[in-house]
Structures are given as structure tokens and as C-alpha cells.
């Protein structure tokens, strides 16, 4: 449902939608166009579409817009290594969904006690309404099932959530709700080093990835005390001046886990110059070095995209935002698009 105001009268108990987000009418209120055409007489079935228009999508004070006709979410648990059950949540189209053979786009975060960010996002739609499915892995890490289970995936069992976001991609595949040739990720800064570090353990999973602002090199940053956050990080990756933490850290930093004759993923990296969090150092680094190993394999896109203006948090605007997730979902489809083709052939 994408986000409303509303007032509402506690005494008759009766509301009104002051304002909600808006949506494309001709993709949302396609349900309610087959409900009103059934309510008009035969002989202004001709006139049905302007109708929809005109009542449907100009909601009636104390109608909020729902998409759930068009539009399905699944909250599901998904036994990870370890048999400790992750909630996965997955949305995707009613009508456009395909057993097997849709392409889908599995998020994660799980770090820092934070749950991800799952209110209505409009940009959402035009993936869902290409036939993608969308899916959020609440990993080890994260803040979702409270303290314990942002405990159970930081310092020494960090390796969780990586085990974590992996049994996610491989439900959705075995599952059905995607191809399995057609699975990406995507991750955003400590996200970024959940889906780096993944593709270490299982490569093959994924057709492409995005990482942005991705935390990449942790274990030179976490030894770089001049840094502005590495000291405070410490609660959260460790200290690796202490020999079993360093040693923990260097067996799951994704630069430094990164092997010549591996085919990895599609990628797109994407960092700010003007970063104070995370070096655009890392995805520079990252991204030479992965050309360096892949250089034979001319199959597999590696690029890098650096915002010279930007922070950690990007440039704020609604044009500009708009503007990178189309650069982002252009990246997708056009992979997505490629590795049919090949299927084709």
C-alpha cells in the first residue's frame, strides 16, 4: 500500500484519506476497471475506461489505495546452514509471475542492528510489472528479531549472514519464483560486503550483482585506526589486532578473498568520491583486481561507476534518484536480457 495520511475520527470511528502517495493508474487499478465494467450497463461499456479514470484512480475520501489484487507479498522462513530459521519476504506480480522462470532481485543488509527498509518504494513497480520478483533476506546481523539476532551475525559469527542471504537465493530458485540462471543481488554499503562476501562462498548463484557504496576492504580498514569510523566499528566487526579476530576477518573481507580462474557475476559497482564512510578506494581496488584475475573471461561485465559530488548517502533530488535506479535496473535488464539470449541459442 503506498503510503497515506489520513484522518481519522476516533469517536464515529471513520477516516479520510488527506493524502497518498501516487501511483500510474493505467498499471494499479487494473482490478478495479474489470469491477466497475461488470457495474455499467452494456451500453456504456464504451465509455468503461474513462470512467476507471475518472472514479478509480481519483480515490473517494475514505478509499486508501491497495494493491494487493495486483501485487502479492509472502513472508516465509528459510532454514539456513545451521537449520536457524531467516525470514525472507518476497513481492512480486499476481498476473506476471512465472513458475520458474522469472528473474528475481535478492536485497540484503545485516548489519549494525538494522532491519531493511521495507515501506512502499514506487521504483519497485517497474521491475514487478517487468515480471521480476523482488526479495528481501532479514539475515543474521540485522535488527529484525531483535538484539540477539543482530549478535548472532556480527564479530566472530559474521559468517552467518552470509550463509543466511545464500539459503535465501537458493529457496527462490528451487522454489520457483525465480530461474534459476536469473538470480541478482544487490547490497548497499555493509550490504555490499554481505553480497561480496557471498559471492566468495557460491558464485555461480548469481547472474549479476550491485554494490554500492560497498565496505569492501575491512580488513586494511578495520587495521587503519586513522580512518573516522574504524575505532567505533570495532563493536561490530572487531578489533583486528586481536590474532583470532584478524584471522576471522581475513577469511570472509571480500578484497582479500578474491581468486584468479573464478568466474564471478556481472557487476556493478558503485562508489562517492566525497564518502566519509566508506573510501571510494575499496571499489576502485575491488573492481582492478577483478579484471586482473577475469581478464580471459570476456563474458563477464565488471564496471565501475564513481559519483565525484556525492557522500556515502548519495546525492539527494528527486530527478537524481530517479536517474540512478534507472542506471541500476538498466544494468539488470540488460544482463538479464543477455543471459536469455544465450539460453536462446
Known amino acids: 500500500m503506498p503510503e497515506a495520511l489520513l484522518d481519522c475520527d476516533l469517536s464515529s470511528k471513520e477516516f479520510a484519506v488527506l493524502q497518498q502517495n501516487e501511483v500510474v493508474c493505467s498499471l494499479i487499478h487494473k482490478a478495479k476497471e474489470k469491477r466497475l465494467k461488470t457495474e455499467i450497463s452494456s451500453e456504456q461499456d464504451h465509455d468503461a475506461p474513462n470512467v476507471c479514470r475518472s472514479q478509480a484512480c481519483d480515490s473517494t475520501e475514505n478509499e486508501v489505495l491497495d494493491l494487493s489484487e495486483m501485487y502479492a507479498l509472502e513472508h516465509v522462513k528459510v532454514a539456513s546452514h545451521d537449520m536457524v530459521e531467516v525470514p525472507l519476504t518476497i513481492v512480486y506480480s499476481r498476473d506476471l509471475k512465472m513458475e520458474g522462470k522469472s528473474p528475481a532481485l535478492l536485497t540484503g543488509y545485516g548489519a549494525y542492528g538494522e532491519s531493511l527498509d521495507m515501506k512502499w518504494c514506487a ?145 556493478l559497482t558503485l562508489s562517492s568520491f566525497q564518502d566519509t564512510r566508506v573510501g571510494y578506494w575499496e571499489a576502485a581496488k575491488w573492481t582492478a583486481r577483478i579484471r586482473e584475475y577475469t581478464s580471459v573471461n570476456t563474458n563477464k561485465l565488471t564496471l565501475l561507476k564513481t559519483d565525484m559530488n556525492s557522500g556515502h548517502f548519495t546525492e539527494s533530488g528527486r530527478y537524481l534518484h530517479i536517474e540512478d535506479t534507472a542506471f541500476e535496473y538498466a544494468f539488470l535488464l540488460k544482463m538479464v536480457e543477455n543471459s536469455t539470449h544465450k539460453i536462446a541459442d
Not at 130 to 151: I, N, S, T, Y
Not at 201 to 210: E, G, H, P, W, Y
Not at 215 to 238: A, C, K, P
Request: aromatic share 12%; glycine share 8%.
Open 123 to 267: 521504483d519497485s513497480l517497474s521491475l514487478l510489472d517487468r515480471g521480476w520478483v523482488l526479495a528481501f533476506a532479514h539475515v543474521r546481523g540485522g535488527g529484525e528479531l531483535g538484539k540477539a539476532w543482530h549478535d548472532s551475525g556480527r564479530l566472530l559469527k559474521k559468517l552467518n549472514s552470509m550463509h543466511d542471504f545464500l539459503a535465501c537465493g537458493e529457496f527462490l530458485v528451487k522454489r520457483g519464483f525465480c530461474h534459476r540462471d536469473f538470480l541478482t543481488a544487490r547490497g548497499v554499503s555493509a550490504g555490499g560486503l554481505l553480497v561480496a562476501a557471498s559471492i566468495h562462498m557460491q558464485a555461480a548463484l548469481f547472474l549479476a550483482v550491485i554494490l554500492k557504496v560497498p565496505f569492501l576492504d575491512i580488513g586494511n580498514t578495520m587495521l587503519d585506526e586513522n580512518l573516522s569510523l574504524t575505532v567505533s566499528e570495532y563493536e561490530e566487526w572487531g578489533n583486528p589486532e586481536n590474532k583470532e579476530t584478524f584471522n576471522y576477518i581475513r577469511s570472509y573481507t571480500p578484497y582479500d578473498n578474491l581468486k584468479k580462474a573464478v568466474q564471478y557475476p556481472h557487476m
